[in-house]
T-cell receptor, first 114, second 113 residues
Framework: EPEVTQTPSHQVTQMGQEVILRCVPISNHLYFYWYRQILGQKVEFLVSFYNNEISEKSEIFDDQFSVERPDGSNFTLKIRSTKLEDSAMYFC????????????FGPGTRLTVT | GESVGLHLPTLSVQEGDNSIINCAYSNSASDYFIWYKQESGKGPQFIIDIRSNMDKRQGQRVTVLLNKTVKHLSLQIAATQPGDSAVYFCAENPTSNTGKLIFGQGTTLQVKP
């Protein structure tokens, strides 16, 4: 069964550094999302992406965050200057037309900012 | 404001018993309500959804009930198995056509053998 994959599984970075989290969605999925989950807390929406543009973003998704789909398969989340409070699990999700709420999540990237 | 919450942080049940996980939501305009399961070290996994114009939907061993009058959502798992042990999140889609999901806090289901 096709799966959403994410790399790396764990990223440790110093405060102020840039990080890029990568995701490979399922091939026929066209709607993409990033969520984050701070340890022990609920999953929080960051951004939705469709047709090569952001369709919706949350208050968390400020100017330090960006997303792109550089080559038609990868979907990336970039944090330009990481802060301690960016430490969390970051999940990529994807879905098909017509079933937007049945989202397939990747295993997540654990980002630790020191 | 937008919020989705769960009544209990942890639910412990005996294997073979039925489990009921509850959720309260506040946004009466939401169109879809969804249950996700998250096993340790994994991303959330879709279980079942229900549209706001329904009050009950059944899947394989799971039933979701929606009571819009009191803004309450529940997930019933029949004959709970050890593999059902996980954190369960309810989520809602607010008035948005982008698929954005608002998740609740999560209930940990522990299945005792």
């Amino acid at each position: 069964e096709p799966e959403v994959t994410q790399t790396p599984s764990h990223q440790v970075t110093q405060m102020g550094q840039e990080v890029i989290l990568r995701c490979v969605p399922i091939s026929n999925h066209l709607y993409f999302y990033w969520y984050r989950q701070i340890l022990g807390q609920k999953v929080e929406f960051l951004v939705s992406f469709y047709n090569n543009e952001i369709s919706e973003k949350s208050e968390i998704f400020d100017d330090q965050f960006s997303v792109e789909r550089p080559d038609g398969s990868n979907f990336t989340l970039k944090i330009r200057s990481t802060k301690l409070e960016d430490s969390a699990m970051y999940f990529c999700a994807a879905t098909r037309e017509g079933v937007l709420y049945e989202q397939y999540f990747g295993p997540g990237t654990r980002l630790t900012v020191t | 404001g937008e919020s989705v919450g769960l009544h209990l942080p942890t639910l412990s049940v005996q294997e073979g018993d039925n489990s009921i996980i509850n959720c309260a939501y506040s946004n009466s305009a939401s169109d879809y309500f969804i249950w996700y399961k998250q096993e340790s070290g994994k991303g959330p996994q879709f279980i079942i959804d229900i549209r706001s114009n329904m009050d009950k939907r059944q899947g394989q061993r799971v039933t979701v009930l929606l009571n819009k009058t009191v803004k309450h959502l529940s997930l019933q798992i029949a004959a709970t198995q050890p593999g059902d042990s996980a954190v369960y999140f309810c989520a809602e889609n607010p008035t948005s056509n982008t698929g954005k999901l608002i998740f609740g806090q999560g209930t940990t289901l522990q299945v005792k053998p």
